[in-house]
């Protein structure tokens, strides 16, 4: 098994019980508990776990006559407004609490569309999180801009206000927070420095659907926000994405831009073009979606309880340490992430405990890694077009600068993530993910 596991890899590990870590079967059987065999599994015991996990994703045969209808309309496209796609924007503007929603192809194309929108250009600079997944990444670089990284908080694996201000230029034009694992940025610093430097605010909640900060949606603190509705998220639909706002001139450009450019509202007159691409949804991607609202709801507040809980009883292990969220603000877990402290299990290293807790029956991930060393951004400034849009001296000092992001290696070194799915489980089953760890921990001399 590759040691760093990509999300993705992860996603398809822990829901169809992949073999790779611990021959888990994908749904959920029987629900037999092991006999406890103190013993940790890896030396020969009996995994604490067994009986499988909820499957990621679920469908309910109900959704099926909406899209059926849509399929018998022969409209599936919407590239005229109306029907599917518009109860969509309406009921997920409302869902967040925000004035308007554009359903999207995807997160990727929701974000590449806002920051265009919101000014980003060939040549400029994007403040954004070292610690997410490559989209980000790779969208500020479609747009020929510099992905300039603000360091990590590694008590709260996002963003550090502190960390943005010295990275600042007379290139930047936006900066980017990431809620990663859904899991909300300390927006209120965030946005005072975007105001004070006059900055665009583009929040990637790709993992965020109604994550909470001090009373707001992830996604409706900025100026514009980006969500994706792929096959692992909250609210899956293979690709899906959508772009929430509150300023009527921002949302009619993103109307426009997402529509190969055709003028909408208030934005160009009747007839004109503008730049743009076709980043649509398709209507009977909205009709499965509008289903599941509900269920995100439901669900939501399930995570939760059972994070909270699990929170509570990991903080009890030495030598694991989970996640801070800002003041007044709840996270929706995408991924349940804590910090490992190998010193307090005799030296066991991370992928050794990853491993024990995958035969323990708790499928597991590391999170990212160190993704900005593996070539992409190297690949990004050797190009033509970067070398033209920026002065050699930038780039030069742009690539030491990856050198210095001490809380980012920290985060990516000592991460431990577990994905949503299983916190969809019974309390009986998140009493099994802390058994595991303390059974781990008691024996983590043997398994050394
Ligand atoms: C943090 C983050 N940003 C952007 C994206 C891109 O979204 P999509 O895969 O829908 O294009 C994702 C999706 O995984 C993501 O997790």
């Known amino acids: 098994m590759k040691d760093l596991m990509t999300r993705r890899g992860f996603v398809r590990a822990a829901t169809a019980g992949s073999a790779v870590l611990v021959g888990l079967s994908g749904g959920r059987t029987a629900p037999a508990k092991a006999a406890s065999a103190d013993q940790p ?5 009996t995994p604490v776990h067994q009986g499988g996990w909820p499957k990621w994703p679920e469908w309910k045969q109900s959704w099926e006559p909406e899209v059926l209808d849509v399929l018998r309309s022969g409209t599936w496209c919407c590239s005229g407004g109306g029907g599917q796609v518009a109860q969509f924007e309406e009921g997920y503007a409302k869902l967040l609490g925000a004035k308007r929603c554009v359903a999207m192809a995807s997160g990727t194309t929701s974000l590449i569309t806002s920051m265009h929108v919101a000014g980003v250009d060939a040549g400029d600079e994007v403040i954004t999180s070292p610690y997410t997944f490559i989209a980000t990444y790779n969208t500020i670089l479609m747009l020929r801009a510099l992905p300039v990284f603000a360091d990590t908080d590694p008590a709260t694996l996002t963003m550090d206000p502190a960390s943005i201000e010295s990275r600042i230029t007379d290139r930047t034009r936006a900066i980017m927070p990431v809620h990663i694992y859904g899991m909300p940025c300390d927006m209120d610093p965030i946005n005072a420095i975007a105001k004070k430097h006059n900055l665009a605010v583009v929040e990637d909640a790709c993992q965020a659907w109604l994550a909470d900060y001090k009373g707001n949606k992830c996604g409706t603190l900025g100026d514009l926000g980006c969500f994706s509705f792929q096959n692992s998220k909250h609210l899956p639909v293979g690709d899906g994405g959508a ?3 509150n300023d009527d001139a921002l949302m009619d450009r993103c109307q426009s831009f997402h529509n190969c450019g055709r003028s909408f509202g208030n934005y160009r007159g009747s007839g004109c073009f503008s730049r743009g691409s ?7 991607q909205a009709a499965i979606l509008s289903q599941q609202f509900d269920k995100l709801v439901q669900e939501t507040k399930i995570r939760q309880a059972n994070a909270d809980y699990l929170t509570a009883e990991l903080k009890k292990i030495p030598g ?25 299990f005799n030296g066991l290293p991370r992928d050794k405990f990853r491993k024990a807790l995958g035969a323990e029956g708790i499928p597991n991930g590391s999170g990212y890694s160190e993704q900005y060393f593996d070539g992409l951004l190297d690949e990004a400034i050797a190009s033509r077009g970067f070398q033209r849009l920026f002065p050699a001296e930038r780039l030069k000092q742009y690539r030491e600068s990856l050198k210095d992001l001490p809380g980012n290696k920290q985060v990516c070194e ?3 993530a577990i994905f949503h799915s299983l916190l969809l489980a019974d309390r009986s089953d998140i009493d099994d993910i802390v058994e595991a760890i303390r059974r781990i921990h008691a024996h983590s001399a043997a398994l050394v």
């Open 41 to 45: 599994a890896l030396l020969g015991g």
């Open 320 to 344: 694991i340490e989970p996640v801070r969220l800002p003041e007044n603000s709840r996270a929706v877990w995408h991924l349940y992430a804590f910090r490992y402290d190998p010193g307090q």
């Open 414 to 416: 000592t991460t431990v």
């Open 278 to 284: 076709n980043f649509r949804m398709n209507h009977y």
């Open 243 to 245: 772009i929430v706002g």
